[in-house]
């Protein structure tokens, strides 16, 4: 990861944590290597899931587990630990996933968070696929796994989670309203 990764990663985590109190159990889904989870102190038992996730390479944080493996299905098993969440994060995650796997996603999303609960989703700009590869090409990025992006429109997100009872109460353009901060709430009934 390249300085300016890291850079763009952290302005969206700074973003995200806005939204996160001391206490919350949060699961992050896509963590890539946990970086989130050192912006948030005193947390509640909180778990980091990602398929690509290098075991040996995560921090040791105080609450947080991290699972290797797709969301929902690496909570959802047989061998897994029923756990709530008060939040759930997805950061820069909505471009990889394709339009058949929304269901499951959104379905996880309500069994995993409990009601009342927030579920916070940065969404980049079709755009940034665009700016990404010419940066890449110059070697100022490694691209954050940018050939899975598919094109995801970040205006879709808000009907996406709306059929399972998330009701949006916050969105926010930044990075030069190049990405898209997206806050839901569970419904509280």
């Not at 990861?1 to 896509?30: C, H, I, N, P």
């Not at 102190?41 to 609450?63: A, C, F, M, Y």
């Not at 010419?134 to 070697?139: A, E, F, P």
Request: hydrophobic share 45%; with cysteine; glycine share 8%.
């Amino acid at each position: 990861m390249t300085f300016l990764d890291r850079a763009l990663q952290q302005w969206r985590m700074r973003r995200a944590v806005e939204y996160l109190k001391a206490g919350d159990r949060v699961l992050d889904v896509g963590c890539a290597d946990g970086t989130l989870f050192r912006h948030i102190h005193e947390l509640g038992e909180s778990v980091g899931v990602d398929p690509n996730l290098e075991l040996g390479n995560t921090p040791e944080i105080p609450n947080v587990r991290f699972i290797r493996g797709l969301f929902p299905q690496a909570l959802l098993s047989d061998g897994w630990p029923r756990m709530i969440f008060d939040a759930i994060t997805m950061l820069a995650v909505l471009v990889h996933i394709t339009a058949d796997q929304y269901p499951a996603l959104v379905n996880g999303c309500a069994r995993l968070l409990r009601r009342g609960g927030s579920l916070i989703i940065t969404v980049p700009s079709p755009a940034v696929d665009h700016i990404l590869a010419i940066l890449k090409t110059m070697r100022l990025v490694h691209g954050m796994s940018l050939e899975q992006h598919h094109g995801f429109e970040p205006h879709h997100t808000a009907g996406i989670f709306s059929t399972h009872g998330f009701q949006l109460v916050a969105h926010h353009r930044f990075q030069l309203s190049l990405n898209n901060l997206f806050v839901f709430q569970r419904d509280a009934v």
